[in-house]
């Protein structure tokens, strides 16, 4: 008897303790590429139209979202109870009664001028007329209470950014707005250049929009003055310095965008208050200008990739959870600017001390399978020492990606650091980090479609976020964020 009692309590600290070591490990097996494969041609499809901001068809993708959510076995955790937390976006955008009149030209908004940004302004004024001036001579002229007109040139701009026609007219701006104002200019005229010609047709749909806002950002329409286009073909309107008559009208109203929010609850007693959050955007483009005769933004890469890397990671925790909680927000209206990020952090639907992590991912199927970046990685980005030590750790336990690490540098080109919704959660004070595969050269084209899709690599930058996220769920200690931690652009 004592030999089977024996016996029986030996077998228990065995079993036990084999399912202890089990429990350690990451679910791994449970990511299937099927998965991932299927649920990309569903949420990168055409029925979804590019699943714009701010329109039925992010809602409509949303709706899918929340219950492929439920089908992986999240709960809900957006607002009353559902999977849905709705915010109101702003949208700031010129109305088709605005007028322009130069000399004795009526010009047509759209067609004949384009407005950079939306603003309010009553101008009667004179146009002075800079030729190729650079802006450290605008000194020289005479422009206080005057419209400067001045031909675009990409002298002193940086050539090397991804889609560079088309944020070009912004390079401009930038180049010569903040001296135009200083000298008292009332609104500034570019004519096109080469580059500025060929930007027209993709920049139109763009200013045609308007812009958007959040609360706490971009609410309001800016006191900026205005910034028009014309084509060099008519140049002739804005020399010999003719009178103007300009009145811009933009109004304000609210759109509705949601962020999808599921969790799954941890295991510890304690530690399942905390959690983990995996993040990522449901968003994109919308119908736009066509590209290769397709006019349908699909967004495979940017960023339906990360949709369906949750889900297949939501499936793991479902089989095999962890410690802490996990919580999946799918963010809108990031490519209206991170709004649906900054929206949470700022209302986040946990309490905001129980975040211990914020795993992002933005971009993670295409490129070489064997190089990734981890953005938040380095100084000065890096917030967290411990959190990047579980992701470095996680890769070197399995996908072994080479890192790209010039992408998280301040000087890099891109500034993609700044460009995905990890970045509201950093700033608030939340460890946080970046994974993706970077760009490509379909990036915010109709060609980001499901079949371009590299399934190894989206795979492997799965397994990669899934097990550091699995070290942020079990280990004792939470990340800590480093003291004096700041960012600057």
Not at 79 to 104: A, E
Not at 140 to 157: H, P, Q
Not at 266 to 290: A, M
Not at 291 to 296: E, F, G, L, P, S
Request: with cysteine.
């Amino acid at each position: 008897m004592r030999k089977e009692y024996f016996l029986s309590i030996l077998s228990l600290i065995f079993f036990g303790f084999g399912n202890a070591q089990n429990y350690k490990k990451p679910l791994v097996s449970a990511i299937k590429e099927t998965d991932l494969r299927k649920d990309m041609y569903e949420l990168a499809a055409d029925q979804f139209w590019g699943r714009e901001a701010g329109t039925l068809d992010e809602l409509k993708v949303s709706m899918w979202l929340a219950d492929k959510a439920k089908e992986a076995g999240m709960k809900p955790a957006g607002d009353n109870g559902t999977f849905f937390q709705f915010f109101d976006m702003y949208r700031h955008q010129v109305i088709p009664q605005s007028s322009l009149k130069i000399g004795d030209n009526q010009l047509k908004l759209w067609k004949d001028f384009l407005v950079a940004e939306p603003v309010n302004a009553n101008i009667d004024a004179e146009i002075v007329y800079a030729g190729t001036t650079e802006p450290e001579d605008l000194s020289k002229l005479n422009i206080k209470g005057k419209i400067l007109a001045i031909n675009a040139s990409d002298k002193n701009i940086d050539k090397e950014m991804t889609l560079f026609v088309r944020r070009y007219p912004g390079f401009v701006r930038t180049k010569y707005y903040n001296k135009a104002l200083e000298l008292g200019a009332k609104a500034i005229i570019f004519i096109t250049d080469d580059t500025s010609e060929k930007s027209w047709v993709e920049v139109l749909p763009q200013m045609t929009r308007g812009a958007y806002g959040v609360e706490g950002l971009r609410e309001k329409v800016t006191n900026n003055i205005p910034v028009l286009w014309i084509k060099r073909e008519n140049a002739n309107w804005v020399k010999n310095n003719p009178k103007i008559s300009l009145n811009l009208i933009t109004e304000t109203y609210k759109y509705p965008s949601v962020n999808i929010i599921g969790k799954i609850d941890g295991t510890d007693p304690k530690l399942k208050d905390e959690f983990v959050l995996l993040s990522g955007h449901q968003d994109h483009d919308g119908i736009r200008h066509p590209v290769k005769n397709d006019t349908i933004y699909n967004g495979a890469d940017d960023n339906a990739s990360t949709c369906v890397a949750m889900l297949a990671m939501a499936r793991a925790y479902k089989k095999q959870p962890g410690k802490r909680s996990i919580l999946f927000v799918f963010h809108g209206a990031e490519e209206r600017g991170l709004l649906g990020s900054r929206w949470h952090a700022a209302h986040p639907v946990v309490p905001k001390e129980k975040i211990v992590a914020v795993l992002n991912g933005d971009m993670i199927g295409r490129n070489d399978n064997n190089e990734a970046a981890l953005l938040g990685g380095n100084a000065p980005h890096k917030n967290s020492e411990e959190l990047v030590k579980m992701a470095e750790d996680a890769n070197n336990e399995s996908t072994k990606f080479k890192y790209l690490k010039d992408w998280d540098s301040p000087s890099h080109a891109e500034y993609f650091y700044f460009r995905s919704d990890h970045l509201p959660y950093a700033k608030a004070g939340i460890p946080a980090i970046f994974f993706t595969s970077v760009l490509h050269d379909q990036y915010h084209t109709p060609q980001d479609e499901s079949e371009n899709i590299n399934y190894k690599k989206l795979y492997k930058m799965t397994e990669w976020m899934y097990r550091t996220s699995w070290k942020a769920a079990n280990e004792t200690e939470r990340p800590k964020v480093i003291s004096n931690f700041t960012l600057e652009r």
